[in-house]
């Protein structure tokens, strides 16, 4: 038995087989090659088992998400047939006497370069494209594309760390815990897994021939051990099941109210990042979203989200909750969500560069096709659209001109729509200095703890090392005062307010919130039952 540990970021017992999940991107080697001919066999081999792979995703995608959806893999795969993309690729070979693999990735890379700087948008597009259709041959080439992340039994999954955009890929039903060598308790894994009430360590420090083996995560300990010795077995099988039975207890709160033993009450809504987790908010009774974080949109896709796509996923949330608020939150990629696609330039600090609504006001199309999106969706439920990243009043100004365009845009159509509330997230300490006049124009406020935490205390909130005491307080007294001044602007204003980072899920703090008077705490679905069970035995006098 092997016992290693690491930091618990969601706790819980999860016993089942280890998965070590290999990242994508593999440096490729430059190597010599004798046999020519055998080497440009490969390539072509390779090539053609690469597009029935693309052939498979296509007829799949087609059943599941319709033509336009599917249309990506029929592109992939002319690509895959493009003349001059073949041309280079034998070329080099035969010049170079090198092996398939080196000469695939080399020509994906001058065509990307190529196409992102083409002036028309559609074919610096292509870029993304050419990369990810390299990466494919690549990975037929060496054999590693059936690596992990679809397992057929529900597996542990053991990585260096997890891109948002591979975790999206993930079938949900097939993940039984997270461990992960890198990664900090507030980046996307963590988040995940605590969607998923499924244990997750990070910082553990593993071997790549754990795979397929035995293994018990224990996220209230914080150790993972690989095969395990019966008595160890046994005792945490236990764990297990208690566990399980306090999940059943704890479903005898649903459809309870919110309220204090003196009868103040208090919104528990969900956050969500897709359409398949609106599940977890019915089954654990949430009273809505209060933020659906809109970008993992853009994250699973391999090109921009069409307004069509992006209306059938709202309308649908919408719908399935039923009436109850559903807050989604516009594009907030950047910083750790990076999508190739938008071509961004590299950034020296991107958590504090190009990104969210920065974006959206530069690009205004993109802004506008998801604004549009929103509120054709709006008539299929109760939406309110919530931005990112504000620091000031004229962004907040912008935005709304913006929004006025769209809804007389629709006007104009005859396409009908309704008055939807919005508001700000109140994530950069400039939000909350200026909270007063930010009340002044919207609806609402939610508070992005992670971000606030981050840009307040200066900590990289994607740093482990950063992670603990001095650093990383979630109750330093900065963040407390802010939030305190964050309620009160709000209501005094006329806004409600909320939060929706991490630090609203955490049960030390509950009370300070609700003497604060914050209306409305967003948290993993996972958490609202604990935080009904909590509320309802506390009191304020
Ligand atoms: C936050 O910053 O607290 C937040 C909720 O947004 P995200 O974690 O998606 O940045
Ligand atoms: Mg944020």
Redesign the pocket.
């Given at each position: 038995m092997i016992t290693e540990r690491g930091k618990s970021v969601y706790k819980g017992v999860a016993i089942g087989k280890i998965s070590v999940h290999k990242s994508g991107e593999q440096p490729v080697k430059r190597v010599h090659v004798e046999n020519i001919e055998a080497e440009k066999e490969r390539f072509y081999a390779a090539k053609t088992k690469a597009q029935e792979q693309l052939k498979g995703l296509y007829d799949k995608a087609l059943a599941e998400v319709g033509e336009a959806n599917a249309a990506i893999f029929e592109v992939h795969q002319m690509m895959l047939d493009d003349d001059d993309y073949i041309e280079s690729i034998i070329n080099m070979i035969e010049s170079q006497e090198i092996n398939a693999e080196y000469a695939v990735a080399s020509t994906g890379e001058n065509f990307a370069a190529m196409f992102a700087a083409m002036d028309d948008a559609y074919m610096k597009e292509r870029s993304a494209d050419v990369k990810d259709i390299s990466e494919r041959v690549i990975k037929v080439l060496t054999g590693a594309s059936d690596q992990s992340m679809t397992a057929d039994e529900p597996v542990i999954i053991v990585a260096d760390d997890l891109a948002p955009s591979e975790t999206i890929q993930l079938d949900k039903s097939k993940v039984l815990a997270f461990v992960t060598r890198h990664g900090s308790t507030?980046s996307?894994t963590a988040?995940l897994a605590r969607m998923m009430n499924i244990p997750a360590l990070i910082g553990v420090d593993y071997s790549d021939d754990w795979d397929g083996k035995l293994a018990i995560v224990d996220g209230f300990e914080g150790c993972i051990y690989v095969e395990p010795v019966k008595e160890i077995l046994d005792k945490k099988e236990a764990v297990r099941q208690e566990e399980l039975k306090k999940r059943e207890l704890l479903q005898t709160l649903k459809g309870k109210e919110n309220v204090t033993l003196d009868g103040q009450k208090i919104n528990l809504y969900a956050?969500i990042g897709s359409l398949s987790d609106v599940a977890s908010v019915l089954q654990n009774d949430a009273g809505g979203i209060g933020?659906f974080?809109s970008?993992f949109l853009y994250l699973e896709n391999s090109d921009y989200p069409t307004e069509e796509e992006q209306f059938q996923v709202y309308k649908q949330v919408a719908e399935n909750m039923g009436g109850k608020k559903v807050i989604i939150?516009t594009l907030?990629i950047g910083?750790?969500?990076q999508v190739d696609y938008f071509n961004m330039e590299h950034e020296e600090n991107p958590a504090l560069g190009y990104r969210a609504i920065r974006i959206c006001l530069d690009r205004v199309e993109i802004f506008k096709t998801q604004l549009r999106a929103l509120l054709r969706a709006s008539m299929f439920g109760n939406i309110s659209i919530m931005f990112?990243m504000i620091i000031s009043v004229e962004e907040v100004q912008d935005i709304k001109k913006i929004l006025e365009e769209v809804k007389a845009e629709l006007k104009e159509a005859s396409i009908p729509f309704k008055d939807v509330e919005i508001g700000v997230?109140i994530?950069t300490p400039a939000a909350v200095m200026i909270s007063d006049l930010l009340a002044k124009e919207v609806d609402f406020f939610?508070?992005?703890?992670?971000?606030?935490?981050?840009y307040t205390l200066a900590i990289d909130?994607q740093n482990p090392a950063l992670e603990s005491y001095p650093y990383f307080r979630v109750d330093h007294t900065a963040i407390m005062r802010m939030l305190k001044m964050i309620a009160d602007n709000g209501h005094a204003g006329g806004c409600w307010v909320g939060i929706?980072?991490?630090?609203g899920a955490n049960m030390d703090l509950l009370e300070d919130f609700l003497r604060m008077g914050y209306d409305e705490l967003?948290v993993s679905p996972t958490f609202i039952l604990p935080l009904r069970e909590k509320v309802r035995n506390t009191s304020l006098k």
């Open positions: 507030n996307h988040i956050n933020l974080r970008e939150r907030d910083a750790d969500k990112p997230m994530e939610s508070v992005g703890t992670n971000d606030l935490t981050q909130r929706c980072g991490e630090l967003s």
